[in-house]
């Protein structure tokens, strides 16, 4: 089945237009035309109900396009791939990942691809899963790593997990709660800064906190910016409900402690790399997810050597 006839299938369904598709897909229109009676003379099949106000996809049109996606997907992947190991080079890559991961792994991973990496061009991405998986299927990005466990995999997706992290609740060393064995309901005072936080999340500390189904959490920042969520716990007596790994640097500095809640429910967060399914990966989308993995690795094994317990 010609390729280029998918490309045009696709074009009217979306523009429901005869003229519209044939200047997006730059055709005169009776050369336009010709292609979707060719297509269905094809298939023996009518692909497109014609009517005076809009083309509309017949059922069978609709069977089809579900497929066409799906091939034309796949031959952009395998064209930009061969376009890759063609020049014997990395070429360039963009990528999105969660706010918690980012704050994780990408100082660590970004300065060591610059420097063994000069001629990969990286455009990174970094928003809450949702937004990323409308960039995922608008083929904006390669891939994305995120909490996993916000995620509902879909038919054209794959997870492939990399690390399971603990978080906890983090203050500045002089807050009122510092160095205390305290419980969940302790906190609701002071309010809790985090990022988007997922569902089966948000309902575990919420019954932590003893509310009722469909009460607010006691969270008075939410913001998928790390770096300002540290500064507003270390300037006030907001409490950081976080990812261990999100604030290594300032436990080590002694910036934040983390707050001793005997009740504490076990909070964990499952970092995945979700991917379309029929898209096969890069050279360089492979190199990245590596380097994400080692340095997952070597954390772990931290928290191990700490006593820490990432579940």
Known sequence: MNLRRLEHLVALAEERHFGRAAERVHLSQPAF???????????????????????????????????????????RGLQ????????????SLAFGIGPFPAAMVMHQVVPKLRQQLPALALRIEIYNWNILLDRLRQEDIEFFIADSRSFIAEQDVLIQPLAIVPGGFFVRPDHPLAGQNIRMQQLLPFGVATTRLPAETRALVASAFGLASGDPLPVV?????????????MQSDTILGVIHGSVAAALAEG???????????????????????HRSQSPSALRVIAEVEAVLRQMGADLADTGSKPG
């Open 221 to 233: 920042l939410e913001c998928d910016d790390i770096a300002l969520l540290r500064t507003v716990a």
């Open 33 to 75: 035309s010709r292609s979707i009676q060719a297509l269905e003379q094809e298939t023996n099949l009518r692909l497109f109900e014609r009517e005076a106000a809009e083309v509309r996809p017949t059922p069978a049109g609709e069977f089809l396009l579900e497929r066409a996606y799906q091939i034309l997907l796949v031959s």
């Open 80 to 91: 930009n791939d061969l376009q890759l190991y063609g020049r014997s080079q990395l070429g």
């Open 255 to 277: 910036e934040l402690v983390e707050l001793q809640v005997s009740d504490q429910p076990e909070l964990l967060s499952s970092f995945g790399v979700i991917r379309m399914k």
